[in-house]
């Protein structure tokens, strides 16, 4: 009996040294797909995308929309906005066009284009938030966990990888915004034909778009409650409980993204209150290498 001890023993060695390369392997292909993907990707002159922003917050399913839409051409990228004011009954226009390293806007169906300047961060926050360029940026630099996820239909085409992002993170990520919108030197951006100055949105905690942390009256239907002194931010992020997820699908003969969804928990006390929020931003991806060119705006410095 004694003799077959070392085959057994070698066996269960094989088995264990197996199965913990599978695993390897499994992860080393998620992050080396991802990497393919991201390329790829990069490597596009142009493309069109849209997408949307849904709040799924108890009862509030659909609230705070934001319908965003555009296109890449070469360098430049031209974004249309639409923010939803439902508390006003209206919906907020704007459109956003980045060429090179400048930033143009311009608000409903006024025809001449701004530019924005580049201490004025609201815009260039609004422009990042639904750029699927930023988004990929975002994944690459926040990235803690990449696995494929099942495949409901192999006989198609397309696959999909789920991309955990770092909570610690995001939670920097979320103060620096925070921060640039406050830091002295700031200028409050307004825009021709629009009363209020712009506020962008805070994608990871959207009730904190409405600006009460500033310490300024804001209108909000959600469960937030005016203050008139403005909030540290570091204390409010760091008792902010935050977690993101990439689903990414591509396809797997082009390598190309077609759709993507950020999934967004967060919860944080504010006003003697827990706010507690889940957000999904939608961005499909389409029309690669087929675009309308996109003509530079004539310089209309503000």
Not at 23 to 51: H, P
Not at 273 to 290: F, I, P, S
Request: aromatic letters at 8%.
């Amino acid at each position: 009996m004694q003799k077959y001890w070392p085959i057994c023993v070698m066996a269960l060695l094989c088995t264990v040294v197996v199965g913990g390369c599978n695993q390897m392997n499994v992860k080393q292909d998620a992050n080396t797909t991802f990497e393919q993907v991201r390329d790829k990707f990069d490597a596009q002159k142009s493309y069109a995308f849209y997408g949307q922003t849904k709040l799924l917050t108890a009862n509030s399913a659909n609230a705070n929309m934001v319908n965003f839409s555009g296109r890449k051409d070469g360098e430049a990228v031209y974004m249309n906005v639409k923010l939803s004011v439902p508390e006003e009954n209206r919906v907020d226009n704007l459109s956003l066009l980045s060429h090179g390293d400048k930033l143009y806007t311009k608000h409903g169906q006024n025809e001449g284009w701004d530019h924005v300047a580049g201490d004025s961060p609201a815009l260039h926050q609004e422009m990042n938030n639904w750029n699927p360029i930023a988004s990929f940026q975002q994944i690459d630099d926040m990235k803690r966990n990449v696995r494929m996820l099942p495949d409901d239909n192999p006989k198609d085409d397309f696959e999909a990888l789920g991309v955990v992002l770092d909570s610690a993170k995001l939670k920097s990520w979320l103060v620096a915004q925070m921060q640039e919108q406050t830091k002295p030197g700031a200028k409050v951006q307004s825009i021709a034909g629009r009363e209020k100055p712009y506020i962008p949105k805070l994608k990871l905690a959207m009730a904190l778009s409405e600006g009460n942390w500033r310490g300024t009256p804001a209108h909000h239907s959600g469960p937030t409650i005016q203050s008139k002194k403005q909030m540290d931010v570091n204390e409010l992020v760091n008792q902010m409980e935050v977690e993101a997820e990439y689903t990414i699908h591509y396809n797997k003969k082009t390598m190309l993204p077609t759709n993507m969804t950020m999934s967004i928990r967060s919860s944080y006390d504010l006003n003697d209150q827990r706010v507690k929020e889940h957000t999904q931003v939608e961005t499909y991806l389409q029309q690669y290498g087929t675009v309308a060119p996109i003509i530079a705006p004539t310089e209309k410095s503000k």
